[in-house]
């Protein structure tokens, strides 16, 4: 048992939840398995969010069903699927061999062992309420020049149609200390953009002793050296005056806010239990881009929430044309079991959501595009990621505003190099999903 591949299934928390996992393996001795070779032990991190997630870790479990048998290889199943169904999971999927929660990160090591040593399944899923934060487990960083932060785990806010609370918990703030000393740290390792992460950042400190704002948080963490901040995620009636106002005061807060809306239908929104409507919504995003012209904002849009008519969809392009987005994530409502909503009346039908679910896409990416043409000819701060998929020659990097802007290389310059490194570049061509540059100097 010496190599191991982790398989991520879900968000950006599920994303960093993997970094850690690989940080805990490494720790013990193992190494990760080169590409395309089949490791000693694979590790599925998974989300239940969506209706497909099921379906894919189905499919990609039993497509290892014979190397199992073949070759002892040990298979785990993590994340929030595992959080929750815990050993039902082995009804459906007898070939799993360790079944752990999104709180059993640490223990997994231990799992994998017990599970070899009895080649029976081991299953070990604690209340997501319970015990202390986890991150300051190891963790392998995919890139070096970026870190996940979690400032909070948990959700309190029971939206109607989502799982995560149920998965993941009551809300939990991590020590303000903690989280800009774990920000000290990675800078001193070379971390030169940190993302703080919550599935509602802007509560964040609630539950602490002093109870510490979020606003603050992110002045000081921009205090510690580390050039681009961002987070996620924002829930609209949390996000405060005092946040808008550190955001638009520190340079080294990028100017990206995500703030799903979930539909412009005030009485959808209510039935969603999201406590906030389609006017006061708006009228956040006009604060927001008073305080900051050049803000790229981002959301998240669900269609086809039971009981939603043509008339509260119309609601939703409304919104969506004046809040003026600069993507969007677009999901076709899906009923998850132990949600409220999946109990509600009038669930509405494909042929009614499909066509409802296109109209939208295309207004997103009408919008994109609007907010991408005024970039042409400005110079915009960019952090390169490294070779695009396409051309080794090109570089692939985001502005502040996470705008994906392809750059070629100037003779003699190596893409690995400049990997990590912010560099000015002028806009050149703006398309809906990305744009082209020149770097400057
Ligand atoms: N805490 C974050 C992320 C929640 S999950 C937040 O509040 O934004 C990410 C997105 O998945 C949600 O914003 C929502 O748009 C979508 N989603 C969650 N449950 C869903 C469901 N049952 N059907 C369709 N989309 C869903
Ligand atoms: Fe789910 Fe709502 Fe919490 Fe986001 S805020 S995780 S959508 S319950
Ligand atoms: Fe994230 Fe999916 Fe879990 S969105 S919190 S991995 S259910």
């Given at each position: 048992m010496s190599t191991f591949e982790v398989r991520t299934l879900g968000c950006q928390m599920n994303k960093h939840d993997s970094e850690r996992i690989a940080g805990v393996l490494l720790a013990r001795g193992m190494t990760a398995a080169p590409d395309g070779e089949i490791a000693d032990v694979v590790v599925f991190n998974t989300?239940?969010?969506?209706?497909n997630a099921d379906e894919r870790l189905y499919g990609q479990v039993s497509s290892l069903a014979a190397v199992r048998r073949e070759r002892g290889t040990i298979i785990a199943v993590g994340g929030c699927i595992g959080q929750r169904d815990?050993?039902?999971l082995l009804r459906t999927l007898?070939?799993?061999d360790v079944v752990f929660g999104t709180h059993n990160l640490a223990r997994l090591p231990a799992l994998l062992d017990a599970a070899s040593e009895s080649r029976r399944p081991v299953i070990e899923v604690e209340?997501?309420?319970?015990?202390?934060?986890?991150?300051?487990l190891p963790s392998r960083r995919e890139h070096a020049w970026h870190a996940w932060v979690p400032i909070a785990v948990g959700?309190?806010?029971?939206?109607?149609?989502?799982i995560v609370p149920s998965v993941r918990g009551r809300e939990r703030s991590r020590g303000f200390e903690d989280v800009v000393g774990e920000v000290r740290r990675l800078v001193a390792d070379g971390v030169v953009e940190v993302t703080l992460l919550g599935q509602?950042?802007?509560?964040?400190?609630?539950?602490?002793?002093?109870?510490?704002r979020f606003a603050e948080l992110l002045r000081a963490v921009a205090a510690t050296g580390v050039e681009r901040v961002r987070f996620t995620t924002s829930h609209p009636k949390d996000l405060s005056d005092e946040t808008i106002r550190a955001m638009a005061e520190?340079?080294?807060?990028?100017?990206h806010l995500h703030l799903?809306?979930?539909?412009?239908?005030d009485r959808i929104l209510k039935a969603m239990n999201r406590r906030y409507t389609q006017e006061s919504y708006l009228a956040l995003v006009e604060r927001l881009y008073r305080a900051m012209p050049d803000l790229a904002l981002t959301t998240d849009v669900i269609v086809?929430?039971?009981?939603?008519?043509e008339a509260d969809f119309e609601e939703t392009m409304r919104t969506v044309e004046a809040a003026r987005f600069d993507a969007a994530f677009t999901f076709i409502y899906s009923p998850r079991a132990g949600t409220p909503a999946a109990q509600?009346?009038?669930?509405?039908?494909r042929e009614e959501t499909q066509p409802r679910f296109d109209r939208l896409v295309a207004a997103v990416q009408s919008s994109a595009l609007a907010k991408n043409l005024?970039?042409?000819g400005t110079v915009q701060r960019v952090l390169l990621e490294g070779p695009s998929k396409r051309d080794e020659r090109v570089l692939m990097g985001r502005t502040g505003g996470n705008k994906v802007v392809h750059v070629p290389l100037t003779e003699g310059a190596s893409a690995r190099d400049l990997a990590g490194t912010l560099v000015d570049v002028r806009i050149d061509d703006a398309q809906t999903w990305f744009c082209m540059g020149t770097l400057i100097g």
């Open positions: 989300c239940c969010v969506r209706e815990g050993e039902t007898p070939q799993v209340d997501p309420s319970d015990g202390d934060f986890t991150s300051e959700c309190n806010n029971f939206c109607t149609y989502c509602n950042v802007n509560s964040y400190g609630r539950d602490l002793y002093g109870d510490p520190t340079p080294q807060v990028s100017r799903p809306v979930q539909s412009g239908s086809g929430f039971p009981g939603e008519t509600m009346a009038d669930q509405v039908p005024p970039l042409v």
